[in-house]
């Protein structure tokens, strides 16, 4: 830090300078993000409730109660009609919620401390962290030949120590939905906690079901479901950050609730303590704004942009590695190794994600990626071919 202080335009010219190394969604160049450019409104919206906090409630109760508000509204999205839960920094603090919960719920209940968890191999990266953190074993259930979890592989996996299994709606590489009616079936009957990842696909599936897309029920409306992870800064257009946790029941919250004597509410369940209001309100904003059909209409387009560019691909000659269920087309080449191909994407300008599980281009069609992105994309793919 400087002795003295600095001008106000010199901070901001310099701050401008770095932003500039930043590259801008609105190029859409940026073809594997699941954020985007949140919208206006949602982003004027935050700015006014920078300084509330969440974590001394007693303080902010108009804040307070707009979180419970969104989290009512995404409950109600997802068939739930008293939901419990927080809007969080992400996807990753919401999964680490609903794993912590879980662990501590079959601590309480079933005596169970040295825990596992049952993870899809396809699950997001998150719950190696929360694994790693709540000090419990990882047991990966493999994917089936359409690279979702296998259901048997699932069972086989249950043992006395499993405190959660994980199924994924809109999975991060390839936008898929496991087999979620099953997996609830299997948890329910063996009374495990059952926690549903929908952190990207929790804000378009619902609406795509009620267009008529052919896509399975993944939420509450099954008896084994216990929480759904939903971010409102992914498909949401929120603001970053904004994660959503949803739980069936408050006793999930209870299991997590450690005192906090400082403050003007007597016990704390959330990972972090002093927390942003501004995320709540903005998301509470979106969602009013945008309402059912704003979203289904963003949905439905993306799905159009989708369908548009994995014709594209297939007229071209590229493989697709599944019919995408949602705005996720990840492809190869027939003969040319997916990191060259990457690399031939990167030096024309494009920001080129790759997919492990299989090896392959991956593009989140994000609201940020418009048809003459595509076109652009499509042609720069023809002469790579
Ligand atoms: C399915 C899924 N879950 C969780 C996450 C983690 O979300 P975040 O990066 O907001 O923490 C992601 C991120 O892409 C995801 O795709």
Not at 58 to 85: C, M, P, Q, R, W
Request: hydrophobic fraction near 40%; proline fraction near 4%; include cysteine.
């Amino acid at each position: 830090m400087d002795d003295e202080p600095i001008d106000k335009q010199d901070i901001l010219n310099e701050l401008e300078e770095l932003h500039k190394l930043d590259h801008d969604y609105a190029d859409g160049r940026i073809l594997g993000s699941m954020c985007t450019e949140a919208h206006p409104f949602a982003k004027e919206v935050y700015c006014k409730f920078l300084d509330t906090n969440l974590g001394d409630p007693g303080l902010f109760k108009g804040t307070k109660h707009i979180e419970k508000e969104v989290i009512n509204s995404i409950g109600e999205l997802l068939s739930l009609d008293e939901a419990y839960g927080n809007i969080v920094t992400g996807g990753t603090e919401a999964n680490l919620m609903a794993i912590r919960a879980a662990r501590n719920h079959a601590r309480k209940y079933k005596g169970i401390t040295n825990g596992e968890i049952i993870i899809p191999e396809s699950a997001h990266f998150s719950f190696k962290k929360a694994a790693d953190m709540l000090n419990l074993k990882i047991v990966e259930a493999k994917l089936d030949e359409n690279y979702k979890i296998d259901v048997e592989s699932v069972k086989e996996s249950i043992s006395d120590k499993t405190v959660a299994i994980v199924a994924i709606a809109g999975t991060t590489e390839l936008g898929l939905i496991d087999p979620i009616e099953e997996i609830s079936k299997i948890a329910f009957e063996n009374n495990i906690y059952f926690h549903v990842d929908a952190a990207f696909g929790g804000f378009s599936i619902p609406f795509l079901r009620e267009l008529g897309h052919d896509l399975p029920v993944f939420d509450f409306s099954l008896e084994g479901v216990c929480s759904i992870t939903v971010d409102p800064h992914k498909m949401g257009l929120a603001p970053i950050p904004a994660g959503g946790i949803i739980f069936r029941c408050e006793e999930y919250l209870e299991v997590m609730a450690v005192d906090s004597p400082y403050l003007t509410v007597k016990t704390q369940s959330t990972i972090v303590g002093t927390r942003l209001g501004a995320s709540s309100a903005a998301t509470y904003a979106i969602m009013k704004y945008l309402g059912k059909k704003g979203y289904s209409n963003i949905s439905q387009n993306l799905m159009g942009n989708t369908k548009f560019f994995s014709e594209g691909l297939k007229e071209l000659g590229y493989e697709i590695i599944c019919e995408p269920e949602l705005n996720i087309v990840a492809f190869n080449h027939p003969t040319m190794d997916t990191n060259e191909l990457a690399e031939k994407l990167e030096n024309l300008g494009w920001k080129v994600s790759v997919a492990k599980c299989p090896v392959a281009i991956r593009v989140v069609l994000m609201n940020h990626i418009k048809r003459n992105h595509l076109e652009e994309l499509l042609e720069d793919l023809k002469d790579i071919y």
